[in-house]
T-cell receptor, first 114, second 114 residues
Framework: EADIYQTPRYLVIGTGKKITLECSQT?????MYWYQQDPGMELHLIHY???????EKGDLSSESTVSRIRTEHFPLTLESARPSHTSQYLC?????????????FGQGTRLTVV | KNQVEQSPQSLIILEGKNCTLQ??????????LRWYKQDTGRGPVSLTI?????NTKSNGRYTATLDADTKQSSLHITASQLSDSASYIC?????????????FGRGTQLTVWP
């Protein structure tokens, strides 16, 4: 099993609250990614990082932000949660660029905004 | 437009039976094709990765095939078990840049009944 961890696994929160989803990996990977997945739909890349102090937006526009201060840690923050943010958020990492090496996924955070 | 299409959308089989899942893609230029297993509420776990030159790869009871000419792949599951119940996701990577990116299918939801 991959050494990549996400917390919390489930989160129900009220509209307007600030939340941070945590993602940590112990594999020493420089490349990390955040994906968003709705039920029965494909994963969409929302953020990625190729190393410390490097962050980029992905293909799907997202109101969330990310930071990469340490190699092993890639948290995602929503400043003001809305019901439209309800989704599953998956963190992943890879040793090399994701197109050329295996991606390891965390178990996901199921976010519900009420 | 780069796309990954999977069929069937869902499948129910009896324990011990075999099944085959299909994946068609239009991603170009092609780098590799992966099959992931995603249990409900968890992150995807890699089953196989195949490059252009590989046409078959096995992982236990899972056998993936790739026809790069017709841009089709299949995942064959032999002697199914209840624990095989999951979503199986086909993912194709391009080599259009040094970074590469992943294109996800929506998955086939497999249910194995006792």
């Amino acid at each position: 099993e991959a050494d990549i961890y996400q917390t919390p696994r489930y989160l129900v929160i009220g509209t307007g609250k600030k939340i941070t989803l945590e993602c940590s990996q112990t594999m020493g990977h420089d490349k990390m990614y955040w994906y968003q997945q709705d039920p029965g739909m494909e994963l969409h890349l929302i953020h990625y990082s190729y190393g410390v102090n490097s962050t980029e937006k992905g293909d799907l526009s997202s109101e969330s932000t990310v930071s990469r201060i340490r190699t092993e840690h890639f948290p995602l923050t929503l400043e003001s949660a809305r019901p439209s943010h309800t989704s599953q958020y998956l963190c992943a990492s890879s040793e090399h660029f994701v197109g050329q090496s295996e991606a390891f996924f965390g178990q996901g955070t199921r976010l519900t905004v009420v | 437009k780069n796309q990954v299409e999977q069929s069937p959308q869902s499948l129910i089989i009896l324990e011990g039976k075999n099944c085959t899942l299909q994946c068609n893609y239009t991603v170009s230029p092609f780098s590799n094709l992966r099959w992931y297993k995603q249990d409900t509420g968890r992150g995807p776990v890699s089953l196989t990765i195949m490059t252009f030159s590989e046409n078959t790869k096995s992982n236990g009871r899972y056998t993936a095939t790739l026809d790069a000419d017709t841009k089709q792949s299949s995942l064959h599951i032999t002697a199914s078990q209840l624990s095989d119940s999951a979503s199986y996701i086909c993912v194709v990577s391009d080599r259009g840049s040094t970074l590469g990116r992943l294109y996800f299918g929506r998955g086939t939801q497999l249910t194995v009944w006792p």
